[in-house]
């Protein structure tokens, strides 16, 4: 196939150097404000990893233009965190083609409504076939110019959907030849609150914020940042996750379980699972508290869940609590800023019940 991937950080080049292996036609694009990890990439014609996956990939194109990089693809991927759903999507609109499929990967929170809604594709438009993932489906740090490095890449626990999901059995059959445990789920709501990003990073982040200041992040975030205290309050988050999909009527697997079937775990549980976890051993902290660790998995996911838990009326305290602290410490008004909200997704005008049938 030809595939494009939009977007220029850990995930993207790791989505490219993996559909590039598996013997595609992988091109690269992003806004030109954001091609210092494509440029190299072009310079060299590819990209290099060491870890899990290891090697030379070659990349048709890298570079800042998306109607190059886009031209005739089956699959496109909006490869970003949050935060940049909405500029992936910008740059992308002009050149969709009616057929084609777009995945968001990973969604975090409801990246297909998002990246619908600033394209201007209605929801329930399914001239282009658009969805998301669940979470990335690998652990990849850039480690220089156009080079990665792969910690893991998921054994399963790894879902994906369509928006409207009638989508979903076409973005299935495109991903399984890269990922065979790929799984199709129950809608976007499943694949977004699957996502353990926000049950993970904040509750490590704050109770590690001395130390980060101090070191700049020199220390291993997973393998000596979580203690039983930092797991229960993960524990704490989680509970409230489970809870919103719950009155969902959507499954959603405990955090440390689902990490223990993707391969990063190798205990169900909220301290050891995480602190001799194998998929997540030499990844450093973030060198400053104004990460995506924060500004993401807070201020887009958290604000976004806590809207979502209010509707179905599910109380979210430990949330709450998160994004106030979070806020001090950043010196932002997460909530005034609702970055992602169910307004903003264009999903505000669906009941509970109708919000489960997407």
Request: with cysteine.
């Amino acid at each position: 196939m030809k595939v494009a991937v939009i977007g220029s950080g850990n995930g993207a080049l790791g989505l490219a150097f993996d559909w590039a292996q598996h013997g595609h036609t992988v091109s690269m694009a992003n806004a030109k404000e954001f091609t210092h990890h494509i440029d190299p990439v072009g310079r060299a014609g590819g990209i290099t990893a060491t870890g899990e996956l290891h090697g030379f990939a070659k990349i048709a194109y890298a570079g800042s233009d998306a109607r190059r990089a886009m031209q005739d693809a089956d699959l496109v991927f909006a490869a970003g965190a949050a935060f940049a759903t909405e500029t992936i999507a910008r740059t992308a609109a002009p050149y969709l083609i009616p057929g084609q499929a777009i995945i968001v990967c990973p969604t975090s929170c409801v990246g297909s409504a998002a990246f619908k809604a600033t394209a201007g594709i209605d929801i329930a438009n399914t001239d282009y076939t658009v969805g998301e993932t669940s979470t990335l489906p690998y652990a990849v740090r850039t480690t220089g110019p156009g080079k990665i490095h792969f910690f893991n890449k998921v054994d399963g626990g790894f879902y994906v959907a369509g928006l409207p999901r009638s989508g979903t059995d076409e973005l299935y059959d495109l991903l399984r030849e890269v990922y065979p445990t790929v799984e199709k789920a129950d809608g976007i709501f499943q694949t977004t609150l699957q996502n353990g990003n926000p049950v993970i990073h904040p509750a490590v982040t704050l109770l590690n914020a001395a130390r980060i200041q101090q070191t700049g992040g020199n220390f291993d975030f997973y393998w000596e940042g979580v203690t039983p205290a930092v797991g229960d309050l993960m524990k704490a988050v989680d509970n409230e996750r489970l809870a919103i999909g719950n009155a969902l009527g959507v499954p959603v697997i405990p955090d440390p379980r689902i990490g223990v079937i993707q391969g990063y775990n190798s205990a169900d549980n909220y301290t050891t699972g995480y602190s001799t976890a194998p998929g997540f051993k030499g990844i450093k902290a973030q060198d400053k508290l104004d990460n995506r660790y924060l500004t993401e998995d807070v201020g887009y996911t958290m604000i976004f869940l806590t809207e979502l838990a209010e509707r179905v009326g599910v109380p979210t305290p430990v949330m709450n609590a998160i994004i106030a602290i979070s806020g001090v410490l950043l010196h932002r008004d997460f909530r005034s800023e609702a970055a992602r909200t169910l307004a903003g997704t264009h999903l505000d005008g669906f009941t509970p019940a109708e919000l489960t049938t997407l």
